[in-house]
Nanobody
Framework: QVQLAESGGGLVQAGGSLRLSCAAS????????MGWYRQTPGKQRELVAN???????NYADSVKGRFTISRDNAKNTVYLQMNSLKPEDTGVYYCAAWRRLASGSLVNYWGQGTQVTVSS
């Protein structure tokens, strides 16, 4: 079965940087979409960034210019480079991936999350 494993979270001061990684295991296929979401108590889960297999990307307005998403398709890995971190970036970051079947249906996978804490 497919598993997504996030790593790279931690505690960092405001203005610092972190790079998150998400490695897919148990599969030999490429995902059509891979991305990152984050969750904070009291807020709904929000999209941070995603990227399609063709290379186009989407970012939340709050992270544009600071975060960069990238993929290594050969390794089934997606990265999130986070620069100029702010306290409001604090949350649990989840890796997500989608794969389209021959039938046209999309299959969705989620990681367990990694904690990012940004101190003032």
């Amino acid at each position: 079965q497919v598993q997504l494993a996030e790593s790279g979270g931690g505690l960092v001061q405001a203005g610092g940087s972190l790079r998150l990684s998400c490695a897919a295991s148990g599969s030999t296929f490429d995902f059509n979409i891979m991305g990152w979401y984050r969750q904070t108590p009291g807020k709904q889960r929000e999209l941070v960034a995603n990227t399609r297999s063709g290379g186009n990307t989407n970012y939340a307005d709050s992270v544009k210019g600071r975060f960069t998403i990238s993929r290594d398709n050969a390794k089934n890995t997606v990265y999130l480079q986070m620069n100029s971190l702010k306290p409001e970036d604090t949350g649990v970051y989840y890796c997500a991936a989608w794969r389209r079947l021959a039938s046209g249906s999309l299959v969705n996978y989620w990681g367990q999350g990694t904690q990012v804490t940004v101190s003032s």
